[in-house]
Structures are given as structure tokens and as C-alpha cells.
């Protein structure tokens, strides 16, 4: 078993930053892949970022690449995700999620264990 537990969410002006960390438990967390995944009010969820478990390989959504970071510390068990230059239509629920794979993937449905969420909302 894992358990997730997202943190970082906020109110933040357009142009802004968050930093959201998600801290995992449980004893092989630190080998499988996790990603970040957002749902806004009234939309389907949508895959955010990946992160492999074992080369740290990364993967992003075209609307976020080259705004937002994924990282990882493993000896920490915890994930991150670098959100830069927010815009509105970032407003959503983030959710961390881990596979039982150390390969990455952007289907919500492979992912096995998912944390409870943390808002961001960003204003215009």
C-alpha cells in the first residue's frame, strides 16, 4: 500500500508560482512512477506531469511544458511539481497518483494509489 499526501495549493495572481509537494509512504513508493494530474470544475481529470521511478525520465502535458517541473527526492519520498508563470485556466484540483510500475505514464487509469488533492487556484 502507498498513501499520498499533497500540500502547496493556494490562492496565486496570474504570472505567479506554487510549489506543490506530495509525500508518499509506504515501502517501495520511492520505486514507482508518479505523476501529477488536475481536474477543474466541471472538466474530466487531465494528466499534468510523469516522472519514471528509476532514470527520473519526465513527461508533461503540452499546456503546462515549460512552465511547471516535476521532481522527486526519493529519500524523502516525496514528489514535486514547479508551477510557473500560472494562468487562470490552471485553477483546478492537483492530485499526486504512483503506478506500481517504475515506467511512466500519462493514463490516469494506470495509476494504482492517488492522494486527496490540494486546490490552486490562480486569478486573472
Known amino acids: 500500500q502507498v498513501q499520498l499526501v499533497e500540500s502547496g495549493g493556494g490562492l496565486v495572481q496570474a504570472g505567479g508560482s506554487l510549489r506543490l509537494s506530495c509525500a508518499a509512504s509506504?515501502?517501495?513508493?520511492?520505486?514507482?512512477?508518479m505523476g501529477w494530474f488536475r481536474q477543474a470544475p466541471g472538466k474530466e481529470r487531465e494528466f499534468v506531469a510523469t516522472?519514471?521511478?528509476?532514470?527520473?525520465?519526465?513527461s508533461y502535458a503540452n499546456s503546462v511544458k515549460g512552465r511547471f517541473t516535476i521532481s522527486r527526492d526519493n529519500a524523502k519520498q516525496s514528489l514535486y511539481l514547479q508551477m510557473s508563470s500560472l494562468k487562470p485556466e490552471d485553477t483546478a484540483v492537483y492530485y499526486c497518483?504512483?503506478?506500481?510500475?517504475?515506467?511512466?505514464?500519462?493514463?490516469?487509469?494506470?495509476?494504482?494509489?492517488w492522494g486527496q488533492g490540494t486546490q490552486v487556484t490562480v486569478s486573472s
Open positions: 497518483a504512483a503506478r506500481t510500475s517504475p515506467t511512466l505514464s500519462s493514463t490516469g487509469e494506470s495509476y494504482a494509489y
Open positions: 509506504g515501502r517501495t513508493a520511492s520505486r514507482y512512477a
Open positions: 516522472i519514471s521511478g528509476s532514470t527520473g525520465t519526465t
